[in-house]
T-cell receptor, first 113, second 113 residues
Framework: EAQVTQNPRYLITVTGKKLTVTCSQN?????MSWYRQDPGLGLRQIYY???????DKGDVPEGYKVSRKEKRNFPLILESPSPNQTSLYFC????????????FGQGTRLTVV | GDSVTQMEGPVTLSEEAFLTINCTYT??????LFWYVQYPGEGLQLLLK?????DKGSNKGFEATYRKETTSFHLEKGSVQVSDSAVYFC????????????FGSGTRLLVRP
């Protein structure tokens, strides 16, 4: 089954404690992205990757890091989380240039206290 | 910059009522347009899409027509069901930046029996 898998689904952490949210896709997609969803703002892109070792900033990259060492995985790293990073996070993947549908993971609800 | 504007929710309807959710966009060139649906506790799923002017996307009884003259992509359904209760997102993707979806703020639909 084609899918994007994120872990964990729920996470509560304290300010400043480094964390990683994992994302994996099994569709051999080139493009992967991270979005955050906040009430009244829709989804905003944090970072994206167009292929292995190719990553770039989206619209709201401050406080986040990513890496793309393998095609299937695209982890999101928060080196020093802060309360304003409390949000619902989605990983997405798509085939590549100009092509079709983006597939989304089920989301990670992060609370930073 | 590019943007998508959706009507504020929540929209509350009785079963079998007619649904319209308005969506307008601002973008240079000729973007592709999408409607995504988010059921409670789940990620986003593509509902329908249109890639050029006057295209009509349709799926599961939902329809939307790409209107370039009014820069709109309104979502309609003739007879909603309780199972249609969800959050609906309108989004665009430019052909020169196909790694990125730009989303509206989302519209919550609640259908009552």
């Amino acid at each position: 089954e084609a899918q994007v898998t994120q872990n964990p689904r729920y996470l509560i952490t304290v300010t400043g404690k480094k964390l990683t949210v994992t994302c994996s896709q099994n569709m051999n997609h080139e493009y992967m992205s991270w979005y955050r969803q906040d009430p009244g703002l829709g989804l905003r892109q944090i970072y994206y990757s167009m292929n292995v070792e190719v990553t770039d900033k989206g619209d709201v990259p401050e406080g986040y890091k990513v890496s793309r060492k393998e095609k299937r995985n695209f982890p999101l790293i928060l080196e020093s989380p802060s309360p304003n990073q409390t949000s619902l996070y989605f990983c997405a993947s798509s085939l590549g240039q100009g092509a079709g549908e983006a597939f989304f993971g089920q989301g990670t609800r992060l609370t930073v206290v | 910059g590019d943007s998508v504007t959706q009507m504020e929710g929540p929209v509350t309807l009785s079963e079998e009522a007619f649904l319209t959710i308005n969506c307008t966009y601002t973008a240079t060139g000729y973007p592709s347009l999408f409607w995504y649906v988010q059921y409670p506790g789940e990620g986003l799923q593509l509902l329908l899409k249109a890639t050029k002017a006057d295209d009509k996307g349709s799926n599961k009884g939902f329809e939307a027509t790409y209107r370039k003259e009014t820069t709109s992509f309104h979502l309609e359904k003739g007879s909603v069901q309780v199972s249609d209760s969800a959050v609906y997102f309108c989004a665009l993707r430019r052909p020169d930046s196909s790694y990125k979806l730009i989303f509206g703020s989302g519209t919550r639909l609640l259908v009552r029996p």
